[in-house]
């Protein structure tokens, strides 16, 4: 499920718009200097309910209208992607921020980065616990890390995970939430019925097939029932190219565990072109 809106020419068909995608190299696309930008947003690989089709069309266009009207205020392409993935978070349809899949303790724990093409910095959180916008803590590590070296010479840090990351973000003026009130009662419903399912699995299951067929159940249900990660691309209108990834992770995963979507190089890349490139990239992934 994507959407993508190219707001120089957004009076155009939107079958016009699609064409000015699917006529580039898929991920990348040459980046000259432009008058407009371009914005694609994705709620994410994985099942999406027929009964929801409406509401995940809704998200991905708010997100991408999000984008929009920051660049149209003049805001950068890492700004505006930001803007574009706080809207995704912020959906109690998608497996990112509220809502997000619950872990084997029934806690939420997100993953998210975000990169800038114009400089290459990289910002991100992993496991992160008691945060509504996993993606607001990326953006604001990377924002730090282009202000240069801390007091004593110290290297400031791109990527923190778990409670380090949810107390730099507190310190950093990014308030709290609680992890149930970011739970949605599809969330908790999901989580209620994958548990009884695990527990039936342990009691039937006996000797060395136990852990074997209980991978192979998560692993059925992850495959079948939920979403991941959701993403961005944004080119402003001076060419200069962002993307960023948020994710809940998988259902059912145990505490701690830190999936691709935070991972540099992986959940997102942004590079603008340069004397040895004479392209843009922008990339963001799921599934």
């Given at each position: 499920m994507?959407?993508l809106?190219?707001?120089a020419?957004?009076?155009?068909?939107?079958?016009v718009?699609?064409?000015?995608?699917?006529?580039?190299?898929a991920?990348?696309?040459?980046m000259p200097k432009?008058?407009?930008?371009?914005?694609?947003v994705?709620a994410g690989?994985g099942?999406?309910s027929e009964?929801?089709a409406k509401?995940?069309?809704h998200?991905c266009?708010r997100a991408?209208?999000?984008?929009?009207d920051?660049?149209?205020a003049?805001a950068l392409a890492?700004?505006a992607?930001?803007?574009a993935?706080v809207e995704?978070?912020?959906?109690p349809?998608?497996?990112?921020?509220m809502g997000?899949?619950l872990n084997?303790?029934g806690?939420?724990e997100?993953?998210?980065s975000?990169m800038d093409?114009?400089?290459l910095?990289?910002g991100?959180v992993?496991?992160?616990n008691?945060?509504?916008n996993?993606v607001l803590?990326?953006?604001?590590?990377?924002?730090?890390?282009?202000?240069g070296?801390?007091?004593?010479g110290?290297?400031p840090?791109?990527?923190?995970?778990?409670?380090?990351?949810?107390?730099?973000?507190?310190s950093?003026?990014i308030?709290?939430c609680?992890s149930e009130?970011?739970?949605?009662?599809?969330?908790l419903?999901?989580y209620?019925?994958?548990?009884?399912?695990?527990e039936m699995a342990e009691?039937m299951d006996?000797g060395q097939n136990?852990?074997?067929?209980?991978r192979?159940s998560s692993?059925n249900?992850?495959?079948?029932?939920c979403l991941?990660?959701?993403g961005a691309?944004?080119v402003?209108?001076?060419?200069?190219?962002a993307?960023a990834?948020s994710?809940?992770?998988?259902?059912?995963?145990?505490?701690?565990r830190?999936?691709?979507?935070?991972?540099y190089?992986?959940?997102s890349?942004?590079?603008?072109?340069?004397?040895?490139?004479?392209y843009s990239a922008?990339?963001?992934?799921?599934g």
């Amino acid at each position: 499920m994507e959407s993508l809106i190219n707001f120089a020419e957004e009076q155009q068909p939107s079958s016009v718009m699609t064409n000015s995608w699917s006529k580039q190299e898929a991920g990348r696309s040459e980046m000259p200097k432009c008058a407009g930008g371009f914005v694609l947003v994705h709620a994410g690989a994985g099942y999406h309910s027929e009964s929801k089709a409406k509401e995940y069309k809704h998200v991905c266009k708010r997100a991408c209208q999000r984008a929009v009207d920051q660049l149209r205020a003049g805001a950068l392409a890492v700004e505006a992607v930001t803007a574009a993935l706080v809207e995704l978070e912020d959906s109690p349809f998608t497996n990112a921020g509220m809502g997000s899949n619950l872990n084997l303790s029934g806690e939420i724990e997100c993953d998210a980065s975000i990169m800038d093409g114009k400089s290459l910095h990289f910002g991100a959180v992993g496991a992160i616990n008691g945060i509504k916008n996993p993606v607001l803590v990326a953006n604001c590590l990377l924002t730090e890390a282009q202000k240069g070296k801390l007091s004593a010479g110290r290297i400031p840090p791109c990527f923190l995970v778990g409670r380090g990351a949810h107390d730099w973000a507190i310190s950093h003026g990014i308030p709290p939430c609680p992890s149930e009130k970011m739970a949605t009662k599809f969330s908790l419903s999901a989580y209620k019925r994958n548990k009884r399912k695990m527990e039936m699995a342990e009691k039937m299951d006996a000797g060395q097939n136990q852990e074997k067929k209980r991978r192979q159940s998560s692993e059925n249900e992850n495959g079948s029932g939920c979403l991941d990660t959701v993403g961005a691309v944004v080119v402003d209108s001076e060419g200069n190219v962002a993307a960023a990834v948020s994710s809940g992770g998988l259902a059912m995963k145990h505490p701690g565990r830190v999936g691709q979507a935070a991972h540099y190089g992986c959940g997102s890349w942004a590079e603008n072109a340069c004397n040895m490139n004479s392209y843009s990239a922008a990339v963001s992934t799921s599934g």
